[in-house]
C-alpha cells in the first residue's frame, strides 16, 4: 500500500511539472510557425495557444506511454536487438496519437473548423511530423545512454574482478630445495574464476592448487577468493587433500543458491619422501611426466564441488623422482578455439609436454605451453582465461645424495 502511494504521488509530481513545462516548450514551436508562416509578430500568442495544446496533448500521451506502455514492451522483447527500436516506435505513435488529439480538440475550441480546410489539415501534419521526429530522436537518445551506461558499468565490475582476480594470483613462488613451481594465468577479455595457489606448510610439505569456478566477473572471482581463503585456512592443520576438499565443498555449497561450481584440482607434495598426495574435483587432468618417458594422468577424486555437499573424494599418492615434471591447466588451454573454430585439445598439450626438454625449468616449461597455444590461437583472442601451472622435481642436492 505504502509503494502504491509513493508511486502515485511520484506522478502528480510529474503531471505538475507538465503544467509548467507546456508553457514553456511550446514558445519555440510558436516562433518557428511565426517565422515559416510569415505572420506578423502579433500573431505569436495565437501560434503559442496552438503550440501549448500541441505540446500539452503530447506530452501528456508520451508520459502515459511511459506509466503503462513502455514497462510491457520493454518486458516482452527484453533481450532482443530490435527492442530500441520498438521502444521509440511506441513512443512515436504515442506522440502522433497526442497530435491528432491536440488537433480535434482544436477544431471544436478555440480554433474551429480547423480541420475543416487544406491549411489546417497541413499544420496539424507539420506538428506531427515535429513531435514525432522530436520524440524518435528524444527515446533513441535516452536509449543510447541508458546503454553507455550499462555498458560503463559492466566494464568497471569487470576491472574490479580483474584486480580482484589478479590481487589473490602469486607472482612471486616459494623457492625450495628439492622443488620448484611456476604458474602464469593469462586473462580473457571477460574475467573468469581461475585461480592457482602454492601454499608452503612447515618446512617439508607444500600445497599446490588450481581451479576454474563457473560463469564470469565479480560473483566469480568473488567465489574463487572464498575458495583459496578456505584453502589457506585449513593449510596448516588438514593433512588430507581430499578432506580438505570436503570443506571447500561445503563452503561452495552454501552458495548454491547462485548456481556456481568449480572444478578443483588439490595435491600435497612432502618434500622429505616426494610424495604427492592428491585429489581431482572434476578438474582437467594434470599431467605428470616421468623423467623415464612414462605420462601419467592424475585423475582420481569425484565430482565438481559446489554440486553435492555429502559427496567424498578419493585420494591418491605418487612419490615423485628427479626430473619428473608435473603440469596443470584449466580448460582454456585445451578449449582455446583459433578463427577456424578448431580446439588446441589435450593431445597438442601432450605433445609439447613430450617435446619438452627435461632441463627446462618449471618457468620455462609454462611459458612453452602458453606459447603453444598463442601460436595455434595465430592472434585470435583467447575466449577464457588461460591457467598454466608447472611443478618440476629437482636433483637431489649433494648434502642428500647417499654417501656425501
Given at each position: 500500500?505504502?509503494?502504491?502511494?509513493?508511486?502515485?504521488?511520484?506522478?502528480?509530481?510529474?503531471?505538475a511539472?507538465?503544467?509548467?513545462?507546456?508553457?514553456?516548450?511550446?514558445?519555440p514551436?510558436?516562433v518557428?510557425?511565426?517565422?515559416?508562416?510569415?505572420?506578423?509578430?502579433?500573431?505569436?500568442?495565437?501560434?503559442?495557444?496552438?503550440?501549448?495544446v500541441?505540446?500539452?496533448?503530447t506530452?501528456f500521451?508520451?508520459?502515459?506511454?511511459s506509466?503503462?506502455?513502455a514497462?510491457?514492451?520493454?518486458?516482452?522483447?527484453?533481450?532482443?536487438?530490435?527492442?530500441?527500436?520498438?521502444?521509440?516506435?511506441?513512443?512515436?505513435?504515442?506522440?502522433?496519437?497526442g497530435?491528432?488529439?491536440?488537433?480535434l480538440?482544436?477544431?471544436?475550441t478555440?480554433?474551429?473548423?480547423?480541420?475543416?480546410?487544406?491549411?489546417g489539415v497541413?499544420?496539424?501534419?507539420?506538428?506531427?511530423l515535429?513531435?514525432?521526429a522530436?520524440?524518435l530522436?528524444?527515446?533513441?537518445?535516452?536509449?543510447?545512454?541508458?546503454?553507455?551506461?550499462?555498458?560503463?558499468?559492466?566494464?568497471?565490475?569487470?576491472?574490479?574482478?580483474?584486480?580482484?582476480?589478479?590481487?589473490?594470483?602469486?607472482?612471486?613462488?616459494?623457492?625450495?630445495?628439492r622443488?620448484?613451481?611456476?604458474?602464469?594465468?593469462?586473462?580473457?577479455?571477460?574475467?573468469?574464476?581461475?585461480?592457482?595457489?602454492?601454499?608452503?606448510?612447515?618446512?617439508?610439505?607444500?600445497l599446490?592448487?588450481?581451479?576454474?569456478?563457473?560463469?564470469?566477473?565479480?560473483?566469480?572471482?568473488?567465489?574463487?577468493?572464498?575458495?583459496?581463503?578456505?584453502?589457506?585456512?585449513?593449510?596448516?592443520?588438514?593433512?588430507?587433500p581430499?578432506?580438505?576438499?570436503?570443506?571447500?565443498n561445503?563452503?561452495a555449497?552454501?552458495?548454491?543458491?547462485?548456481?556456481?561450481?568449480?572444478?578443483?584440482?588439490?595435491?600435497s607434495v612432502?618434500?622429505?619422501?616426494?610424495?604427492?598426495r592428491?585429489?581431482?574435483a572434476?578438474?582437467n587432468?594434470?599431467?605428470?611426466?616421468?623423467?623415464?618417458?612414462?605420462?601419467?594422468?592424475?585423475e582420481?577424486g569425484?565430482?565438481?564441488?559446489?554440486?553435492?555437499?555429502?559427496?567424498?573424494?578419493?585420494?591418491?599418492?605418487?612419490?615423485?623422482?628427479?626430473?619428473?615434471?608435473?603440469?596443470?591447466?584449466?580448460?582454456?588451454?585445451?578449449?582455446?578455439?583459433?578463427?577456424?573454430?578448431?580446439?588446441?585439445?589435450?593431445?597438442?598439450?601432450?605433445?609439447?609436454l613430450?617435446?619438452?626438454?627435461r632441463?627446462?625449468?618449471a618457468?620455462?616449461?609454462?611459458?612453452?605451453?602458453?606459447?603453444g597455444?598463442?601460436?595455434?590461437?595465430?592472434g585470435?583472442?583467447?575466449?577464457?582465461?588461460?591457467?598454466?601451472?608447472?611443478?618440476?622435481?629437482?636433483?637431489?642436492?649433494?648434502?642428500?645424495?647417499?654417501?656425501?
Amino acid at each position: 500500500m505504502a509503494k502504491q502511494k509513493k508511486k502515485l504521488r511520484s506522478r502528480w509530481v510529474e503531471l505538475a511539472n507538465l503544467a509548467w513545462q507546456v508553457p514553456l516548450f511550446a514558445v519555440p514551436f510558436a516562433v518557428f510557425f511565426v517565422i515559416v508562416s510569415g505572420s506578423p509578430l502579433s500573431a505569436f500568442i495565437d501560434y503559442w495557444r496552438v503550440s501549448m495544446v500541441f505540446v500539452g496533448a503530447t506530452m501528456f500521451a508520451v508520459t502515459c506511454t511511459s506509466w503503462w506502455i513502455a514497462p510491457i514492451v520493454l518486458r516482452r522483447f527484453e533481450g532482443e536487438l530490435r527492442l530500441t527500436w520498438i521502444v521509440s516506435g511506441t513512443y512515436v505513435a504515442a506522440s502522433l496519437l497526442g497530435t491528432l488529439v491536440a488537433a480535434l480538440v482544436l477544431h471544436y475550441t478555440f480554433v474551429p473548423g480547423m480541420l475543416g480546410n487544406a491549411r489546417g489539415v497541413v499544420e496539424m501534419l507539420t506538428y506531427s511530423l515535429l513531435f514525432g521526429a522530436l520524440f524518435l530522436g528524444i527515446s533513441l537518445s535516452v536509449n543510447f545512454y541508458r546503454r553507455s551506461l550499462d555498458r560503463a558499468g559492466s566494464e568497471r565490475e569487470l576491472q574490479l574482478a580483474r584486480r580482484i582476480q589478479r590481487s589473490f594470483l602469486l607472482s612471486e613462488f616459494p623457492r625450495r630445495p628439492r622443488i620448484e613451481v611456476h604458474a602464469v594465468n593469462v586473462s580473457s577479455k571477460e574475467v573468469s574464476g581461475d585461480f592457482y595457489d602454492v601454499v608452503p606448510v612447515g618446512e617439508n610439505r607444500i600445497l599446490l592448487a588450481i581451479a576454474d569456478v563457473s560463469g564470469k566477473g565479480v560473483p566469480a572471482a568473488f567465489l574463487s577468493s572464498m575458495l583459496q581463503a578456505s584453502l589457506r585456512t585449513q593449510a596448516g592443520f588438514v593433512a588430507s587433500p581430499a578432506v580438505m576438499m570436503t570443506a571447500i565443498n561445503a563452503l561452495a555449497c552454501q552458495r548454491s543458491s547462485t548456481g556456481q561450481f568449480a572444478t578443483f584440482f588439490l595435491a600435497s607434495v612432502d618434500e622429505r619422501t616426494l610424495t604427492l598426495r592428491f585429489t581431482n574435483a572434476g578438474h582437467n587432468f594434470p599431467v605428470l611426466l616421468r623423467a623415464s618417458g612414462e605420462r601419467v594422468l592424475l585423475e582420481t577424486g569425484g565430482i565438481v564441488i559446489g554440486m553435492m555437499e555429502s559427496m567424498p573424494w578419493q585420494e591418491e599418492s605418487l612419490v615423485l623422482a628427479p626430473g619428473d615434471r608435473v603440469v596443470f591447466y584449466t580448460d582454456g588451454v585445451s578449449e582455446a578455439a583459433n578463427a577456424e573454430g578448431g580446439m588446441f585439445g589435450e593431445e597438442r598439450l601432450y605433445d609439447i609436454l613430450s617435446r619438452a626438454p627435461r632441463e627446462l625449468s618449471a618457468e620455462q616449461l609454462v611459458e612453452r605451453v602458453l606459447g603453444g597455444v598463442r601460436e595455434f590461437l595465430a592472434g585470435t583472442e583467447p575466449g577464457d582465461d588461460i591457467t598454466v601451472m608447472a611443478l618440476r622435481v629437482l636433483d637431489a642436492p649433494p648434502a642428500a645424495r647417499p654417501g656425501a
